[in-house]
């Protein structure tokens, strides 16, 4: 029986540490599962200052948890086995793993077609994501039940504390970010229920996102001339702003507040985690976007107060907000 659902997703762009968060209280629950996405999506984890890497099975894996793989997913199954691998070499029980028989394949005609169409133009991974979501549309797909060992195959049953993993972000949603630059799945809260749960059974809803803004791949938002500028330059080396699936390096922007709390507002969420604010205070420079104004502060604390009024003043409920460093690799 399910008692309830906490979901956990980003509020810009990817890359704002959910992953971090996860795996930091994913022992508090029974079950960990990922709903949307596939191998394009990474999460980096530190566990005893040793760091791990996955992109496509859940951080509940790290804690010995059952790690689900949802019916919306699309899986790539040798890279999918070549993580099984990896994580059996590190010692963690794969067999706590499942896939939803649901899920869709990632096929190498689906690479090859992203690799030569979409990820010239459109920055895209190149990981055969947006190929697969339309064959799955097209209904010509193929099922991960035909493709992967039956051990791997879920049976469906939800149980007990059930901690939602989003990949990418808010402002990748396919009906919500900047189409065409955007992901080829749904990454808001409520697609989370194709796991099968009840919307009702929804406890918290919690938003990640940085004290600056990133993107991986092309997106007009975040224009080239982006690259020049000395102090954001600054935070891609010192937050290590690359991609933990490709590599690329992130074109870095200051936070722009207003899609901050239209991402909130907009998706529920009642606890907001701000991660990589330590990055800020490395370079001593605390800037913030609002209604297109630029304002410049003297300290982490008086963006962090001014966050927070401006987050109180625009969303009509209470919002639990934290501060998070990135030194800490909680």
Known sequence: M??????????AWG???????SNAISQNYDMVCRWNGGPNAGHTVYINNKKYKTHIIPCGIFQNKPSIIGPNCVVNVDKFYDEI???KKEGFDT???????????????????????????????????APAYADKALRVG??????????????????????????????????????PYVTSSETLPYSACSLGFSPKKIRDIIGVAKIYDTKSGVDPLFPETLWDDVELNMIIDIGQEFGSTTGRKRIVN??????????????????????????????????VYQNNNLYKFNTLQGMQSFIKAYLNHSVNEY???TFSGDKSKI
């Open 2 to 11: 399910i008692k309830a659902v906490d979901i956990i997703f980003g509020l």
């Open 15 to 21: 890359d704002e540490g959910k992953g971090k968060i």
């Open 85 to 87: 691998e990896y994580l």
């Open 95 to 129: 067999s706590l793993v499942k896939v939803s028989s649901k899920a869709h394949i990632i096929t190498e005609k689906h690479i090859q077609y992203d690799l030569k169409f979409l990820k010239p133009k459109l920055g895209t991974t190149g990981q055969g994501i």
């Open 142 to 179: 193929k099922l991960t039940e035909n493709y992967l060992d039956k051990q791997y195959i879920w049976n469906g049953e939800l149980y007990g504390q059930i901690l939602c993993e989003g990949a990418q972000s808010f402002w990748l949603d396919l009906n919500y970010g900047d189409y």
């Open 254 to 287: 200051w936070l722009n507040l207003n899609k901050l709390i239209d991402a909130v507002r907009i998706s529920g969420v009642n606890k907001l985690i701000i991660n990589k604010c330590d990055v800020l205070e490395e370079i001593n420079t605390f800037k």
């Open 319 to 321: 919002i639990e907000v």
